[in-house]
T-cell receptor, first 112, second 115 residues
Framework: KQEVTQIPAALSVPEGENLVLNCSFT??????LQWFRQDPGKGLTSLLL?????REQTSGRLNASLDKSSGRSTLYIAASQPGDSATYLC???????????FGTGTRLLVSP | GAVVSQHPSRVICKSGTSVKIECRSL??????MFWYRQFPKQSLMLMAT?????????EQGVEKDKFLINHASLTLSTLTVTSAHPEDSSFYIC???????????FGQGTRLTVV
């Protein structure tokens, strides 16, 4: 059974810092990995999707890497801003259908 | 990206009543949609897979008679929480993907409170 863990559970940083969020999964036979952002009481916003054959994806200040063999992914956020404050979730899919197993999440707070 | 709309965003109901939540794919057809549940300060857990034109597939531990799923068209799936109890209070959220696209898009979620 696939299990997804995220470290740290919570993170508080001053504005402008670069930061790294970690995600690990127990079964390396994944189809893809997706990073999401969730604001309090809201739905999920897709940030980055990495296919199993890819090593990384970039979008603006965000960069996600994937090391499938070791069961790890990282989300790098450059020059953090208060608007980045949210919970970040990683999720893996083991099939072509988007049946996702979610991580425990990292609650990020960026202070002005 | 594709747009998935979920309604209502919030609902409060009395114990013993039923509540219907709708999930629509607005600009694409989805033969498969997924329903997740999120308890406070926990991550999302898959409840069931909604299949257009056939029965839903439920995850282990999810009562299919309590959480009725209907996927009557290629753009609409509904989740009905029957005989709701306070322990059913949770955040319910659906997802769908475009055909030939592996990226999942989520609705806005529904906050259900059973009093």
């Amino acid at each position: 059974k696939q299990e997804v863990t995220q470290i740290p559970a919570a993170l508080s940083v001053p504005e402008g810092e670069n930061l790294v969020l970690n995600c690990s999964f127990t079964d390396s036979a994944i189809y893809n990995l997706q990073w999401f952002r969730q604001d309090p009481g809201k739905g999920l916003t897709s940030l980055l999707l990495i296919q199993s054959s890819q090593r990384e994806q970039t979008s603006g200040r965000l960069n996600a890497s994937l090391d499938k063999s070791s069961g790890r992914s990282t989300l790098y956020i450059a020059a953090s801003q208060p608007g980045d404050s949210a919970t970040y979730l990683c999720a893996v899919s083991s099939t072509g259908f988007q049946k996702l197993v979610f991580g425990t999440g990292t609650r990020l707070l960026v202070s002005p | 990206g594709a747009v998935v709309s979920q309604h209502p965003s919030r609902v409060i109901c009395k114990s013993g009543t039923s509540v219907k939540i709708e999930c629509r794919s607005l600009d694409f057809q989805a033969t498969t949609m997924f329903w997740y549940r999120q308890f406070p300060k926990q991550s999302l857990m898959l409840m069931a897979t909604s299949n257009e034109g056939s029965k839903a597939t439920y995850e282990q531990g999810v009562e299919k008679d309590k959480f009725l799923i209907n996927h009557a068209s290629l753009t609409l799936s509904t989740l009905t929480v029957t005989s709701a109890h306070p322990e059913d209070s949770s955040f319910y959220i659906c997802s769908a993907s475009e055909p030939m696209n592996t990226e999942a898009f989520f609705g806005q979620g529904t906050r259900l409170t059973v009093v």
